[in-house]
Nanobody, 126 residues
Framework: QDQLVESGGGLVQAGDSLTLSCEASGRTFSHWAVGWFRQAPGKDREFVGA????????YYADSMKGRFTLSRDNAKNMVYLQMTSLQPEDTATYYC???????????????????WGKGTLVTVSS
């Protein structure tokens, strides 16, 4: 069964760091870029960033640059989102996602995503 499973969310304090993981199983997700989105309560799902199939290139939404870092280990079918200097406005459910057919790191459109994980909740207290 093709699926993405996120983990690593939790409750942290402002200024803390947290690393989220996305484990892929089933088809060969190593062929495709993997993106992360987040959705805060009452808000639309927001693109965070994406990492290319090889892991050599990344692309981030402007508001995430400098604080968020993507990496991947294709041997383990894992993608990681390292987040630093977290603020209460980063509170959201974070999702990893794949748009089959896109191997490059670029802005992904939520409406085009083929596979979504179920999300992991990150809560940042002030």
């Amino acid at each position: 069964q093709d699926q993405l499973v996120e983990s690593g969310g939790g409750l942290v304090q402002a200024g803390d760091s947290l690393t989220l993981s996305c484990e892929a199983s089933g088809r060969t997700f190593s062929h495709w870029a993997v993106g992360w989105f987040r959705q805060a309560p009452g808000k639309d799902r927001e693109f965070v960033g994406a990492i290319s199939s090889s892991g050599r290139t990344t692309y981030y939404a402007d508001s995430m640059k400098g604080r968020f870092t993507l990496s991947r280990d294709n041997a383990k079918n894992m993608v990681y989102l390292q987040m630093t200097s977290l603020q209460p406005e980063d509170t959201a459910t974070y999702y990893c996602a794949v748009d089959v057919g896109i191997p490059t790191a670029q802005r992904l459109a939520a409406r085009a995503i083929d596979y979504w994980g179920k999300g992991t909740l990150v809560t940042v207290s002030s």
